[in-house]
């Protein structure tokens, strides 16, 4: 089994609701579990500071400033999630490089496209580059060079358009 097999095996776990999958070949054994609680913690955590938020705009003499209030934090979430987020497939140490005498695969303000190699994931003295899945310009890049990452760690930020 290749790492892009196994990559795939990832998503399509993700993208159901099966909470383990083990497959066992001759010389080869992997078992893909879904990480359910941190998902759930992700998903209130937004919820709990606008519920904060919005009782103090509320509280305060004019109604008004407190519509002003929530349409402004609209507009960045809004702007945000025009963003392609690329994660990590793996728990590993994160490398910019091919190697410590090359340049950089990409750099902010690079254009990508799906299957251009973005970085290497090392994990067991295995170097797997990870390649876009999307298209767009590289915004932001979220990782520290040679830092380890972990499973589903955003890396970079894309704007797709």
């Known amino acids: ?33 879904q990480k359910e609680e941190p998902v759930q913690n992700f998903l209130t955590s937004p919820q709990a500071p606008v519920y904060a938020q919005m009782p103090q705009p ?8 407190g519509a002003n209030l929530a349409g402004n934090e609209s507009q960045p979430a ?9 994660k990590s497939p793996m728990i590993g140490t994160f490398y910019r490089r091919p190697s410590p005498d090359k340049p950089s695969f990409v750099e902010i303000g690079d254009e990508i496209t799906p299957g251009k190699v973005v970085c290497v994931v090392e994990a067991m003295k295995l170097f ?3 390649e876009s899945e999307v298209s767009g310009k590289i915004i932001k890049i979220l990782a520290d060079d040679a830092s380890p990452v972990e499973y589903d760690q955003p890396l970079f930020l894309v704007d797709p358009s």
Do not use: C, H, R, W
Not at 11 to 21: D, F, P, Q
């Open 1 to 33: 089994m290749d790492f892009k097999q196994i990559q795939e095996l990832i998503k399509i776990v993700n993208k159901s609701n099966i909470g383990e999958l083990s497959i066992e070949e001759k010389e080869f054994k992997i078992t893909i579990k």
């Open 128 to 130: 797997n580059e990870i």
């Open 78 to 86: 809004e702007t945000k999630s025009n963003y392609i987020t690329v």
């Open 58 to 65: 509320a509280s305060s003499p004019a109604p008004a400033s």
